[in-house]
């Protein structure tokens, strides 16, 4: 089945970075499109972006754009989300999302204290 882990979540503050990963097995992860989704305390779960199955095109949501970047390596099944000048409103758990697979990871954890 479908296993998508992530890592790299951890406590900074606000202006430092962090870089997520996300370990995809059990799918055909170089053609697929895949995305980052984050769900803060009593919000909804929102997308922050997405990266198409070569990585050519992506799309970010407005609130992260210039400061997030989203990536893949195909030939290690990995996707990554770089995420620079962190805000406490970026303060979630950030989830790995296989769209055609509707599959979720575990999600991490992302604290930004001002």
């Known amino acids: 089945q479908v296993q998508l882990v992530e890592s790299g979540g951890g406590s900074v503050q606000a202006g430092e970075s962090l870089r997520l990963s996300c370990a995809a097995s059990?799918?055909?992860?170089?053609?697929?499109?895949m995305a980052w989704h984050r769900q803060a305390p009593g919000k909804q779960r929102e997308l922050v972006a997405s990266i198409t199955s070569g990585g050519s095109s992506t799309v970010y949501a407005p609130s992260v754009k210039g400061r997030f970047t989203i990536s893949r390596d195909n030939t290690k099944n990995l996707l990554y989300l770089q995420m620079r000048s962190l805000k406490p409103e970026d303060t979630a758990v950030y989830y790995c999302?296989?769209?055609?697979?509707?599959?979720w990871g575990q999600g991490t954890q992302v604290t930004v204290s001002s």
């Open positions: 059990g799918i055909s992860f170089s053609i697929n499109s």
């Open positions: 999302y296989a769209p055609s697979m509707r599959s």
